[in-house]
């Protein structure tokens, strides 16, 4: 018997549920945004659609589990990280749902189609279940800690690419300035050693494309865990690697992230170190 399972209740099915239903919703509010609002700069924005689609989530979770905690990214004060003490203050249960209700928010305001819902829970500090949604393609990504990774009935395995010069690594324009530079000097790094990079905006969507083997690797410094937390089970699950930027293994108050296909996993930390683009 797994853990998570209360009762007849699947936390499994509720993520999905959830994912599928903000996710529409949001699709329903492309070019009909009411409220854009800048959070600190012109480059962090939140909407009323990122504020309505937390609020269709948290809302849903908890019909099904009264009793678990909820960490969403509009839920927080702006600004606020969240670190792995946050996260223990955030968590009285045994249970916590980390949710970023849409994911490239930036993208979904310029009518850029590609973001995302991102919803993952953790029992005791350890994410045991992750879903993407991208309501463009209607591309459901799903992780079980221990049972694999999936998109719509075919498993999710990582790309083969042996060398870091054969892959596409996705890397981040930060919001954060000072976080920005670090991660402008590892991309000019990564720039002459892999194949190709692209910066898509959305970091979670991004997570869930290495894990279908679409992109190599992805690295940023100065995420969150409700960016991270349901990709990073995804990519393990689909056979990848997913580290701090000094190689450490992940954990969900991990802010500075390198994530492959595991092959290529080593080449990438060593670059990123050269560069001095680690963020810590
Ligand atoms: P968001 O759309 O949920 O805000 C774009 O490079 C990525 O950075 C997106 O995943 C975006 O998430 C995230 N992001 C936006 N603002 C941020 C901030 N202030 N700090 C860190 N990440 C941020
Ligand atoms: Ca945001
Ligand atoms: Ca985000
Ligand atoms: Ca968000």
């Not at 946050?86 to 209700?101: G, Q, R, V």
């Not at 979904?108 to 045991?128: D, N, Q, R, T, Y």
């Not at 409700?226 to 190689?247: C, I, P, R």
């Amino acid at each position: 018997v797994t853990p998570y399972v209360v009762g007849s209740k699947n936390p499994l099915a509720v993520a999905i549920n959830c994912a599928a239903k903000a996710g529409e919703w949001i699709k329903s509010r492309l070019g009909d945004i009411k409220a854009v609002n800048e959070k600190f700069s012109p480059q962090d924005l939140v909407t009323d659609v990122d504020k309505g689609a937390e609020a269709m989530i948290r809302k849903l979770i908890l019909t099904h589990f009264p009793s678990h905690d909820i960490l969403g990214e509009e839920g927080v004060a702006p600004g606020a990280a969240a670190s792995a003490a946050a996260l223990k203050e955030a968590s009285s249960s045994e249970f916590l749902w980390i949710i970023d209700p849409l994911d490239g928010t930036t993208n979904f305001v310029h009518s850029f189609p590609f973001f995302c819902v991102s919803i993952a829970l953790a029992f005791k500090g350890e994410v045991i279940i992750g879903v993407i949604y991208d309501p463009i393609r209607d591309e459901m990504f799903v992780a079980e800690k221990g049972k694999g990774s999936y998109m719509h009935g075919h498993t999710n395995r990582v790309s083969a690419d042996a060398r870091l010069e054969e892959s596409i690594i996705a890397v981040g324009f930060n919001p954060d300035r000072q976080a920005a530079s670090i991660n402008l000097k590892g991309i000019t790094a990564l720039s002459g050693k892999a194949r190709s990079l692209r910066a898509g905006g959305s970091a979670a969507l991004h997570l869930a494309y290495v894990a279908a083997g679409r992109l190599g690797g992805y690295y940023e410094v100065n995420l969150n865990s409700w960016d991270t937390a349901a990709g990073a089970l995804m990519v393990a699950e689909s056979g990848g690697k997913v580290t701090d930027t000094t190689g450490n293994p992940y954990h969900v108050g991990a802010r500075n992230l390198i994530v492959s296909n595991g092959t290529i996993h080593q080449e990438l930390l060593e670059v990123i170190k050269a560069a001095g683009a680690t963020g810590n």
